[in-house]
C-alpha cells in the first residue's frame, strides 16, 4: 500500500523555499478549533492535543474492526494556524490580544459519520474538554502567496516583508487581514533559530 506523505506529496504546499511564491491552494478537510489568548499559555497546548489525538485516532483506525472505506496509509498532517486580533488598534507584539484557527488536514476518506465516530471514541480514550471545540469542514484557500520562515516566530515580520515586496512587484494585491502559519517544527523540541514555519495570506492578481 502507497503511504500518502505531505513532504513528498504536496511539496508545494508543505515545503516551500526561503523565498515568496504564488500558489493555489485547493479544497482540504481539517479539524478545526477556534480560540483566543497568547500561543503560550495552557489554553493553546490543550487545544493543539485535542486536535492531535483525534487526527491520530483517524490514522490508526486501519487497526479497528471496522477499517473505513478507502482507509489509505499516510503521515498526520502538521498543526496548522490562521491568525487575527481580537483588538485591531493593539500592536501585533501583544500576544494576548490573539486570535487563532488551529487545524490540522484530514485525509480524504474521512467523513461527517467518521468525525462523529472518532470523537465519540477520543472522548472515552483521552478526555480533553477542548474536544467539544472540535469542528470538522472543508476551505479552499485559493491564491496565495507563501513561503518558509526559519527562526523565531518573532521574526516574522521580516518574512513578510518579503512577501509583500514580491506582491508588490509580481502584480498581487494581499486580500485578507489574517495570515496562515503552517508548524513544521516542534517548539518543544527545537531552537527557536532552526524552527521551519510555513507563511500564507490570500492574495488576487491587480
Not at 474492526?65 to 490562521?82: I, Q
Not at 490573539?98 to 470523537?119: G, S, V
Request: aromatic content about 14%; charged content about 30%; proline content about 7%.
Amino acid at each position: 500500500m502507497t503511504k500518502i506523505d505531505y513532504k513528498k506529496d504536496f511539496k508545494d504546499l508543505y515545503l516551500p523555499k526561503q523565498k515568496p511564491v504564488i500558489v493555489r491552494v485547493p479544497k482540504i478537510n481539517y479539524f478545526m478549533l477556534e480560540g483566543s489568548g497568547d500561543p503560550n499559555g495552557e489554553t493553546f497546548a490543550q487545544a493543539t492535543a485535542a486536535l492531535y489525538s483525534l487526527s491520530y485516532a483517524v490514522k490508526m483506525s486501519y487497526k479497528k474492526d471496522t477499517v473505513p472505506d478507502g482507509y489509505y496509509e499516510y503521515v498526520v498532517f502538521p498543526l496548522e494556524g490562521v491568525w487575527d486580533l481580537v483588538d485591531k488598534t493593539l500592536p501585533p507584539t501583544v500576544k494576548s490580544n490573539f486570535k487563532y484557527t488551529l487545524m490540522i488536514r484530514q485525509p480524504d476518506f474521512l467523513t461527517n459519520e467518521l468525525f462523529e465516530r472518532f470523537l465519540s471514541e477520543t472522548k472515552k480514550k483521552k478526555p480533553n474538554p477542548y474536544l467539544d471545540q472540535v469542528m470538522f469542514s472543508a476551505l479552499e484557500e485559493g491564491l496565495c502567496c507563501q513561503m518558509l520562515h526559519k527562526g523565531s516566530y518573532d521574526d516574522e515580520p521580516e518574512s513578510f516583508e518579503r512577501m509583500a515586496e514580491f506582491c508588490s512587484e509580481q502584480g498581487y494585491r494581499r486580500v485578507s487581514k489574517t495570515h496562515r502559519e503552517i508548524y513544521l517544527s516542534d517548539p518543544r523540541r527545537t531552537e527557536p533559530e532552526k524552527l521551519k514555519t510555513v507563511l500564507r495570506y490570500r492574495v488576487e492578481k491587480e
